[in-house]
């Protein structure tokens, strides 16, 4: 099946540095989202990104499809950002979701 | 807004215990999803429902049976509790990939939203 595969799988900065996580995947995807998890379990919805290229804010993300990639970029990070971040990804002719094992932010101030 | 509820944020339950786990979404979407989250296995899927009284096996399905009696409502069931129960269960749901429009098939944005979870401990 389909392996999604996140890095770096902790990631540690001071409030107002950037940072870039990424997302691999195996297989060709028709669906690649991005969630931030809360200190209290709660998964957010970031970015639902097949392809191309979103920004919310601080917040962007990239997926090269053809490539199978997906990038989420974090600008000027607050302690708020903290948490854990999880890409997802959705095979063709499927509705479930693969999930990588995320990335774990800590901002300090 | 997507809106996915989950009866309870905390539940402690016995060994052997029938648990019930209820989740009921509002925006009329056909799949809904039960997972669970340990720490270092990240979120794997246990059941899925594509359509009210219709289910598949996710990865983990043994221990668990589920209910879709309503579209809006999907229920996850701990039969008899134990203590490797203990987790996060969370649910989510989204529409159908491909929706029917004039009889054709067409892809539809089937983004995944997730309810607050449930944190099941089993003594």
């Known amino acids: 099946g389909i392996q999604v595969e996140q890095s770096p799988p902790d990631l540690i900065l001071q409030e107002g540095a950037n940072s870039t996580l990424r997302c691999n995947f195996s297989?060709?995807?028709?669906?690649l989202q991005w969630f931030h998890q809360n200190p209290w379990g709660q998964l957010i919805n970031l970015f639902y990104?097949?392809?191309g290229t979103k920004q919310n804010g601080r917040l962007s993300a990239t997926t090269v499809a053809t490539e199978r990639y997906s990038l989420l970029y974090i600008s000027s990070s607050q302690t708020t950002d903290s948490g854990v971040y999880f890409c997802a990804a959705r095979l063709y002719n499927t509705d479930k979701l693969i999930f990588g094992t995320g990335t774990r932010l800590q901002v300090f101030p | 807004d997507v809106k996915v509820t989950q009866s309870s944020r905390y539940l402690v339950k016995r060994t052997g215990e029938k648990v019930f786990l209820e989740c009921v979404q509002d925006m009329d979407h056909e799949n809904m999803f039960w997972y669970r989250q340990d720490p270092g296995l990240g979120l794997r899927l246990i059941y899925f429902?594509?359509?009210?009284?219709?289910?598949e096996k996710g990865d983990i399905p043994e221990g668990y049976s589920v209910s879709r009696e309503k579209k809006e409502r999907f229920s996850l069931i701990l039969e008899s509790a134990s203590t490797n129960q203990t987790s996060m269960y969370l649910c989510?749901?989204?529409?159908?990939?491909?929706?029917?429009?004039?009889?054709?098939?067409?892809?539809?944005?089937?983004?995944?939203?997730f309810g607050p979870g449930t944190r099941l401990t089993v003594l």
């Open positions: 429902s594509y359509d009210v009284k219709m289910k």
């Open positions: 297989d060709s995807v028709n669906n």
């Open positions: 989510a749901s989204s529409s159908r990939r491909l929706g029917h429009l004039t009889g054709v098939q067409t892809p539809r944005n089937n983004e995944q939203f």
């Open positions: 990104i097949p392809s």
